[in-house]
């Protein structure tokens, strides 16, 4: 992980991020680095919405998923 310092930021974005952090019970670190990655689209948000036209491109895959697998493990236990 890289670290960068930024100089001469204004007051009110200081204020802002101070409240943004005290609302969510974060730092204004952590603040920082959400909206930085969210400029540059790289938030949670982006990646969901890319992986859904990945999803939506590919299509369903044919076949056993794992969710099928652990299905069918969890019923061998069963009495």
Request: charged share 40%.
């Amino acid at each position: 992980m890289g670290q960068i310092v930024i100089r001469n930021l204004d007051d009110a974005v200081l204020a802002a991020l101070r409240e943004r952090a005290a609302r969510s019970g974060t730092s204004m670190e952590e603040q920082a680095r959400r909206a930085l990655a969210k400029a540059v689209g790289l938030d949670r948000e982006t990646a969901v919405q890319k992986l859904d036209e990945i999803r939506a491109a590919i299509g369903r895959l044919r076949g056993a998923s794992i969710v099928s697998d652990l299905r069918r493990d969890r019923r061998r236990d069963e009495p």
